[in-house]
């Protein structure tokens, strides 16, 4: 594998050590890396299998914009043919320059620090394919947990050894991260990577501030892994500047290890302009998005070129200024829901549960105070059902599948009315648990159905 030409003058690491065998496999795919060079003046190309766009049936694509007499209108002459035909496979080169210009203005970091974007089919299919680029199968991960299981899910396919970097309420904490590592056994190989999400959390809605990323860059550096930034809620955060949003690991690299190289970023489309459109942003380190590109041009070839020009169209209409109008219009439209959600929990879960209230993304993350030996699985699967309530269960969120105390609720969908309905019946779900507790251990104690605020705390 070659290295990657880094400019001189910045101090970047280069993760080309760290790749994984299976990515080595893989040849450039053959025809795609040949479509840059069609753009050449005067090339006659006859490499690509590209359907003649004479064919398709469409003649132009018109959006109209939510709140604004605005439209944008793609005709053959601006972007339809782009829209409707094969594609690069890092993405739309108009869209990954855009996304290159944006990242770099919201992170402060600049080109000659050896990093590029692309594009994929969602961040879901840019975090498996870095998997793919720096991991072998029985691999040692490390991963904040409890995690995203969309993540844990094909981790765990994969035989990999999966490696708890512990959280409290302000995410990963990185003096625990140091015990992990610095105990870890000479014989085995370390890990190569840690997957965290640091702003409201799936599942547990909680953010990890500044301090707390300076601690885990330096053990990046250290102990030598790549950190996974999976921010897909970055910009559903509600609290206030003053209060110090905290800066990506993105942004924080350079100025904390002198070095850039060890960050790979994602960010999401889907919950702020849609998640059927199915876009995602990878921004990191050269031979990174190299590899992730070969991946995609040798599996499916490209992200969709459709819903790439959407985007672009829609980006450059609103600006980069005008995007981030948007995107906190949408973190407004949250955080009510949020509170109003905070709000319903007060009145019924108060004595039966314990969360945060979440200061980003769209989670709230509950422990219930359910008797000893309780499962939120074994309770939302059975009773949960029957009383009309859906909800994710902690076991699905924890890579060693324990059992847990603890559920996901999530509350972008709900109405007001539908909030405080879903807390009674969480809260009557504790209830009943210990009612039926009661009656199996301690017969005769109580009158049927007679137990209605239980103060037993449980550990979670
Ligand atoms: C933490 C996290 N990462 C990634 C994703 C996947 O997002 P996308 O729709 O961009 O694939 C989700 C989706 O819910 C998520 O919660």
Redesign the pocket.
């Known amino acids: 594998m070659e290295s990657m030409g880094y400019p001189k003058e910045t101090n970047t690491f280069d993760p080309t050590p760290l790749l994984s065998a299976r990515v080595q496999r893989y040849a450039p795919g053959a025809i795609r890396r040949l479509l840059p060079l069609e753009n050449l003046p005067g090339m006659i190309s006859l490499v690509a299998g590209k359907p003649n766009p004479e064919v398709f049936p469409f003649d132009k694509i018109t959006l109209s914009l939510k709140g604004a007499n605005e439209e944008i209108v793609l005709t053959r002459e601006n972007g339809l043919i782009d829209g409707l035909q094969y594609g690069l496979p890092g993405g739309n080169p108009g869209l990954v320059k855009w996304f290159e210009e944006f990242q770099s203005e919201l992170h402060g970091i600049n080109r000659s620090q050896g990093w590029t974007c692309c594009i994929g ?5 840019l ?1 498996h394919r870095v998997f793919q680029v720096l991991t072998d199968p029985c691999d040692s991960v490390l991963i904040e947990t409890p995690a ?1 299981p ?2 844990v899910g094909f981790l765990q396919a994969e035989d990999y050894k999966l490696v708890d970097a512990k959280t409290d309420r302000h995410g990963i904490d990185p003096s625990e991260l140091e015990k992990t590592l610095s105990r870890w056994p000479e014989s085995q190989p370390r890990p190569k990577l840690l997957y965290t ?1 640091p702003t409201g ?2 599942p547990t809605g909680r953010s990890c501030p500044e301090w707390r990323k300076i601690g885990i860059l330096r053990l990046a550096k250290r102990f030598n892994f790549m950190i996974l930034e ?1 921010d ?2 970055y910009f559903l955060n509600y609290e206030e500047k003053s209060n110090g949003k905290s800066r990506s690991y993105l942004a924080l690299e350079q100025e904390v290890n002198g070095e850039t190289g060890r960050v790979i970023r ?1 960010d ?4 702020i302009v849609s ?1 059927g459109m ?3 942003v990878l921004t990191g380190p050269l031979p990174i998005v190299k590899n992730v590109i070969k991946l995609t041009e040798n599996i499916n070839l490209q992200p969709s070129s459709t819903t790439q020009i959407l985007a672009l169209s829609l980006f450059q209409h609103w600006g980069r200024t005008g995007f981030l109008e948007h995107c906190a219009r949408a973190s407004e439209f949250y955080r009510r829901k949020r509170d109003v959600f905070a709000a319903a929990a007060e009145v019924h879960l108060k004595y039966r549960a314990t969360w945060d209230v979440p200061s980003a993304g769209l989670f709230f993350w509950f422990t219930l105070r359910l008797p000893p030996g309780e499962d939120t699985f074994e309770l939302l699967s059975k009773k949960g059902m029957e009383s009309g309530l859906l909800a994710i269960p902690g076991v699905a969120f924890m890579p060693d599948n324990r059992k847990t105390y603890q559920l996901r609720a999530s509350f972008s969908l709900i109405a007001e009315e539908q909030a405080y309905e879903a807390c009674r019946r969480m809260a009557q779900l504790v209830d009943d648990a210990w009612g039926d507790w009661v009656r199996e251990f301690v017969p005769g104690r109580i009158e049927k159905n007679g137990l209605s605020n239980p103060t037993t705390t449980v550990s979670a």
């Not at 089919?121 to 299919?125: A, H, R």
């Open positions: 089919n969602g961040s879901q299919e975090l995203y969309g993540v999400i959390s799936n999976d897909a809620y994602f999401s489309l889907s919950k998640a199915r876009l995602g």
